[in-house]
């Protein structure tokens, strides 16, 4: 299916890795030029050429913390006028929450919810002048089940799903669609270092907790980066143009409901 997007833009935040670079690589096949971004320069530059080189698409890299100003200037410096916002951003660590003080729920909130709303203030103007717009935020199935343990991270990303929900009905009218997709258990760096401190805080081996993490999934397996990139891709494309303010769930079935 062409998707319709060949010649758009966009901004793909924390994607030199994981969840981020597997919404640049399927938005990159759908040629969109892309502007990436991470914290790590040496992961950054090496995902920037291997998208190119898989693509053919220009690939921009930003190094920079999208939770500053600063890091938001050089994204918005280097596309001013994005035609597609993904907000992803890493999340806090594993924690009892009986330990976080405020200055760590503070940081939590900007991390999940202050940051994707400030770069959404900043691109729908351009978005509505040009008729379309797509802002995909991936936060997590934490925001409709417990993980004991990211309470912080599920509570921001919480927020946030709730912030958008009027500024989506508003922003439908001008094309722009913002739209929520929440991973379950996938295979990247968060879930396996989640899994070694459930692990070690429970006395048992990394591949005994992975196992039981696993089993817990109806589908039986972990979720691969790319199937969160085409869900993502898809929510960009001319063809979604119609689905705004949801909470797409990508979790093999883990979140039980209707």
Sequence with gaps: MDLGLKGRTAIVCASSR????????????????????????AALAATRDEIAKATGVKVTAIAADVGTKA???????ACPEPDI???????PPLKDFRELD??????????????????????????????????????????????????????????????????????????????HVLPGMFNTDRLRNSTGRMARMQ????????????????????????????????LCSAQAGYITGQSILVDGGLYNSV
């Design 18 to 41: 994981g969840l981020g670079k597997a919404c640049a690589m399927s938005l990159a096949r759908e040629g969109v030029a892309l502007i990436i971004n991470g914290r790590d320069e």
């Design 71 to 77: 890091g938001q200037d050089a994204l918005l410096a």
């Design 85 to 91: 916002l993904i907000n992803n951003n890493g999340g």
């Design 102 to 179: 405020r200055d760590a729920l503070l940081a939590g909130v900007v991390q999940n919810m202050v940051t994707p709303i400030e770069l959404i203030q900043r691109v729908v103007p351009a978005m509505t002048r040009k008729g379309f717009g797509r802002i995909v935020n991936i936060t997590s199935v934490s925001v409709k089940m417990p993980i004991l343990g990211l309470d912080l991270s599920s509570g921001a990303r919480a927020g946030l799903t709730a912030f958008m929900a009027g500024p989506a009905r508003e922003l439908a009218a001008h094309n722009i669609t913002v739209n």
């Design 203 to 234: 006395g048992r081996s990394e591949d005994d907790m992975a196992a039981q993490r696993k089993a817990t999934v109806p589908a039986r397996r972990f979720g691969e980066a790319h199937e969160i990139g085409e869900v993502c891709a898809f």
